[in-house]
């Protein structure tokens, strides 16, 4: 059984004119740790709220654990753990009320479920009567996580959970979802990080409401359909300028320190060609390398090709 | 004297009680140039910004802005500055159009002279049969083009970015930086914050606070030479990992 199934889920605002997602189908399978990578405005708000039941989509079907998200919606409540985007606790309560307050609307105490939070709660439980309202952005993130987590959960439900946390937070955070994994809890997480795509074990690409892609990172990378260039020389912003002057040049962007290149058409000598073109534009210390591509490559390919082609 | 740097600082400090959120950084930012500030959550980034931006004053240390100083001379240093942030950019119920009307007459540029600019604008950012329409209405990658274009509308020394391309997907993300390397080039100082560590390769210079100081300052290249690692990533990781503060 997949802990969670999409079939063909549409959902438009503002009486038809505002589409958000668009014939969505995917899967996560028990136990998997799944990423839904996408920008703001992508649609992956609204498939959070139309998995746990709080919004209606207008046509297509889901379930979660098993559940219908329509028929079954009780049963979905009590299974699903959710941390929407937006901090939603009491923030004039503390910590510990708040724990107490989510255990109890669940019919359960903090002691029954101890063991799934414990390495969690230990981490703000030195300020467990502090109120949320005056929590660090780190530590909020953390107790949210205990507040979807005291009712075990079969199915976990984090929409963007680390948008804008420092990259410290950030990792101790996907520490905690591998250690949650571990515990056969099953994790739909939704990001707009591309460096985070690498540690799920399958992920979907969203863009304008439309799944791009759904696999492993690897095959992900793997079906990038080209070959990639790094470049970079002494004048970076002069060289990108240069490079989409280049008539062989298909796309140059930039990656951190270097351009990244494809070419329309790749032959025998493709460095020392692009070497040459920099070179005649009067670069110094030119840097040319074939890479392997990662997520945001394969993302932005997708997403080219996509407004490349005509609309179906 | 210093004819070319667009922001000074020494030792700037702003203490509240005893807590010392921004604890006496130095630094100098040359003109045109992209200068990175970076630092963990907490780390009194958005404290040390609010000084330069002529909105909070320091409890000790010296800085300048656009040549003006920070304890006198707020009123000046604000006009001549841009400020955008994720959080904070365009009224969403008013056009593409009153924004910019709005902003330019907010910094004082004449009337005349805001037709001629927003004509340029708006034909250079492709946004002809947008301009008439409510703000709110564009697409989040718009917007922020948007927003950046309107806080250097003014022609300002410098503009301030607060995490200004947070949420934005990787194509608008890259186009929004084509917008600051030109802004760089045509002369204005770029002083940005970011999450996303592969931008911070994009300045020319980086900062990086932890607990209120300055604990690293230099190129991206150097830094990672200095910290012996391939990304800035790891360069950040291994300086705010120790951090002992990570409120607000």
Redesign the interface.
Known sequence: MNAVELHKISKTYDKGKLRAVHEVSFKVKKGELFGLI?????GKTSLFRILTTVLLADSGSATVAGFDVVKDYQQIRNRVGYMPGKFSLYQDLTIKENLEFFAAIFGTTIDENYELIKDIYDQIKPFSDRRAGKL????KQKLALCCALIHKPEVLLLDEPT???????R?EFWAMLKALKEKGITILVST????EANLCERIALI?NGEIMSVDTPENIIKSFPTTLFAAKSENI?KLLNDFRSDAKVDSC?????FLHITLKENGGSDIEDLKEFAAQKGHNDIFIQQITPGI?DS??RL??EKTQKPTH | MEDNKAIICKDLTKQFGDFYAVNKISFEVAKGEIFGFLGANGAGKTTAMRILCGLSYPTSGTATVAGFDVYKQQESIKKNIGYMSQKFSLYENLTVLENIEFYGGVYGVPGKEIKKRSDELIMTLGLQSEAKKLVGELPLGWKQKLAFSVAIFHRPQIVFLDEPTGGVDPVTRRQFWDMIYQAAASGITIFVTTHYMDEAEYCNRISVMVDGKLEALDSPANLKKEFGVNSMDEVFYQLARGAKRSGE
């Not at chain 1, 996408?38 to 992508?42: E, F, K, T």
């Not at chain 1, 948008?163 to 937070?169: H, I």
């Not at chain 1, 707009?192 to 460096?195: G, K, Q, V």
């Not at chain 1, 962007?253 to 320190?257: H, N, P, R, S």
């Open positions: 996408g920008s703001d405005g992508a660090s952005g780190g530590m948008t804008g946390v420092d990259v410290v937070s990792k707009p990080y591309m460096d863009q912003y962007y930039a990656f951190g320190e945001e993302f932005i997403m080219q």
